[in-house]
């Protein structure tokens, strides 16, 4: 079994927190299948409800933050998993050449193991805050401190660390596919596989991961990078995993599961390692398809978040899933949901919120007349957005959702009085679409449109984000 070993005197803890590591080892263990069986219970929080799910959820920590309360309160609730958002970098733990500071990573490990959560390692080698020493070097001399940084690093960290970035952001931004310049690439196209295998040599049970970002879907970069881990697996150069940071904008690739499922197939395992997403319009919904992207790759073995609450965030357009006070955002209610299968354990109330516009299901201008057509709009709490179920029925203001008979694929979604016919019946699918009874198709935003005011038709059910629909 892989990893997670700890140390022989663990500080004492809850019996419920002393159980996670050996839970979330032999869950994230497996490498293959982490489908989990006991589905029916629904967690309170994002750690619980993913490792019910056979993941890790976890958050990047500065350990400059540990004296404020509220930040650890949230962190030590939420989260199972952590990694140090600067802590163990190459600047951080070998400020002079051959002197390691492991003071801020040890801080962290140890809060983990106190808390039950695992602890991926970032980075051994990046073209980014790299010490000054070396910075200036170059040649044989640079390959020689880097992959001496890489062994005394992993071998410090030996047995502590679940997953290692082993190398970072290697891969050049634009359509090249190439990697990117950097004093370690001048060193020889090689530096990424020695760098792995010396830290296979250093800590045999840590994942090795190599981690980018702007590889969330399929891309010429993320395919440069999916061309590298399939060499190396040919060569039996050992990598694990790997990390796709998905710092996201208010948008998320239409491939982002595809692009997922296409290096799981390499017989990798995949992790979201970074993840935060602009607020906007659909901050919650672009969560929730990550969180059912990753749901959905069984290789896909958690998610990582990089900060705890939008005032933690390296980024200033709050991306998180906490306000600066520590209360939830609909984003951490879209996540826990997603996590829990649909399950809201606190429902937050009736309306269907679209994945893929993060707009709500809304009778047009309120009318209460029959055939009036329904869209997208801004969520908000008025009565033509909320819908009691009844049956199979979904009820808006006294009347029922309805698709015309004889619908076929395009044919708009109305509102009618209830009669109980197949065609007012709606199924809420495991992958969150709706379909209804009488034509099997979906409830789906035509054209995968997202302004205000789009029409919502029925059509040929395929999961996408436009048929996606979380309880908000
Ligand atoms: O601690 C010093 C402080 O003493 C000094 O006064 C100040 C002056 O600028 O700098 C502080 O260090 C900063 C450090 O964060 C800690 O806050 C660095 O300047 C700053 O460069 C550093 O930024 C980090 C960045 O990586 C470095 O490139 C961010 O916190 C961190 O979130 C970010 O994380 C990266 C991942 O490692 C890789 N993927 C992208 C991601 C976001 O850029």
Not at 275 to 300: E, F, H, K, W
Not at 449 to 462: E, K, L, M, P
Request: charged fraction near 15%.
């Amino acid at each position: 079994m892989k990893n997670l070993r700890h140390p022989t005197s663990p500080p004492r803890r809850s019996p419920a927190k002393a159980i996670m590591p050996l839970l979330l080892a032999g869950l994230l263990a497996v490498g293959g299948a982490l489908t989990f069986t006991g589905t029916a219970h629904a967690g309170t929080t994002l750690g619980a409800s993913a490792a019910e799910k056979g993941r890790y959820f976890g958050a990047a920590v500065g350990t400059y933050k540990f004296s404020d309360s509220t930040y650890m309160s949230v962190l030590n609730r939420e989260f199972n998993s952590v990694v140090a958002e600067n802590e163990m970098k190459w600047d951080a733990t070998e400020p002079q050449r051959g002197v390691f500071n492991y003071s801020g990573g040890d801080r962290i490990v140890s809060h983990a193991r106190a808390n039950g959560m695992i602890v991926r390692g970032h980075t051994l080698l990046w073209h980014a805050q790299q010490p000054g020493w070396a910075q200036g070097l170059s040649g044989s001399d640079l390959r020689n401190a880097a992959i001496n940084h890489v062994t005394q690093v992993a071998t410090h960290f030996r047995g502590q660390i679940y997953a290692w970035d082993v190398v970072n952001e290697a891969f050049a931004d634009g359509n090249s596919g190439g990697r990117r310049d950097s004093n370690l690439q001048r060193t020889g196209n090689d530096w990424i596989e020695a760098a792995f295998r010396a830290a296979r040599a250093a800590d045999p049970g840590a994942k090795l991961c190599y981690n980018d970002y702007n590889t969330d879907g399929i891309n010429p970069k993320s395919t440069g990078v999916y061309n590298m881990v399939r060499d190396f697996k040919a060569r039996g150069v050992p990598i694990d995993c790997v990390g796709f940071q998905s710092h996201l904008g208010t948008s998320i690739p239409s491939d982002y599961q595809a692009n997922l499922q296409r290096f799981a197939d390499l017989g990798v395992d995949v992790q979201i390692t970074e993840l935060d997403v602009a607020q906007g319009a659909n901050q919650a919904g672009i969560y929730a398809a990550v969180t059912r992207a990753c749901l959905a790759v069984s290789r896909c073995t958690g998610i990582t978040v990089w900060g705890v609450r939008d005032c933690d965030s390296w980024r200033s357009d709050n991306p998180l899933l906490f306000d600066c006070a520590g209360n939830k955002k609909p984003a951490y209610t879209a996540v826990l949901d997603t996590l829990n299968g649909g399950t809201n354990p606190n429902p937050t109330g009736n309306r269907l919120r679209n994945e893929g516009s993060g707009r709500c299901l809304d009778v047009t201008g309120a009318s209460t007349a029959n055939g009036t057509q329904m869209i997208i709009w801004d969520c908000h709490s008025g009565a033509n957005q909320q819908f009691t179920q009844n049956g199979q029925a979904l009820q808006v203001m006294g009347k029922c959702l309805d698709a015309p008979p004889n619908a076929t694929p395009g044919t708009r979604v109305q509102i009618w009085d209830c009669w109980g016919g197949a065609n007012q019946q709606w199924v809420f699918n495991g992958n969150a679409t709706i379909s209804n009874v009488q034509t099997g198709l979906c409830l789906d935003v035509n054209g995968a449109a997202t302004a205000n005011g789009s029409a919502v038709i029925v059509w040929t059910c395929h999961g996408g984000a436009n048929q996606r629909w979380v309880r908000a």
